[in-house]
Nanobody
Framework: QPRLVESGGGLVQPGGSLRLSCAAS????????IGWFRQAPGKEREGVAC?????????SYADSVKGRFTISRDNAKNTAYLQMNSLKPEDTAVYYC?????????????????WGQGTQVTVSS
C-alpha cells in the first residue's frame, strides 16, 4: 500500500498556479525531511524544493523556482504541499514527493528512502 501519494497536478496556462499535495500514511511526516522533485521527458530528475525535519523547518529551493514555489507541511493532516505560482512552460514535468529520516543537501534526490508515484504538471497555452 502506498506510503506517499501525490495529487493536484494538471494542465494550466503560463502564469497560472497549482498546489500539489503529498499525503503520507503509516508514519509521522513531521519527523522527516521532505523533498519535491520533477522529471521532464529525456531529462534528469531534479530537486525543486525541500523542507528539513528540524523545528526551524528550514527550506531550500532550486534557483529556477525561487520566489514562485513554496513548500510546506500540515502536521495535523500529515500532508506536504508545493504551492506553484507564476508557472512557466519549462515547469512542465512529472512531480514527485519523497521523504527521508535525515538527509542533506535535501535538493539531491540521492538518499531519499520513500517516493510517491508522481503527478503530471503541464504548463501550456
Amino acid at each position: 500500500q502506498p506510503r506517499l501519494v501525490e495529487s493536484g497536478g494538471g494542465l494550466v496556462q503560463p502564469g497560472g498556479s497549482l498546489r500539489l499535495s503529498c499525503a503520507a500514511s503509516g508514519f509521522p511526516l513531521y519527523h522527516y525531511t521532505i523533498g519535491w522533485f520533477r522529471q521532464a521527458p529525456g531529462k534528469e530528475r531534479e530537486g525543486v524544493a525541500c523542507i528539513l525535519s528540524s523545528s526551524e523547518a528550514s527550506t531550500s529551493y532550486a534557483d529556477s523556482v525561487k520566489g514562485r514555489f513554496t513548500i510546506s507541511r500540515d502536521n495535523a493532516k500529515n500532508t506536504a504541499y508545493l504551492q506553484m505560482n507564476s508557472l512557466k512552460p519549462e515547469d512542465t514535468a512529472v512531480y514527485y514527493c519523497a521523504v527521508v529520516g535525515n538527509f542533506e543537501p535535501c535538493l539531491n534526490p540521492a538518499g531519499y528512502d520513500e517516493w510517491g508515484q508522481g503527478t503530471q504538471v503541464t504548463v501550456s497555452s
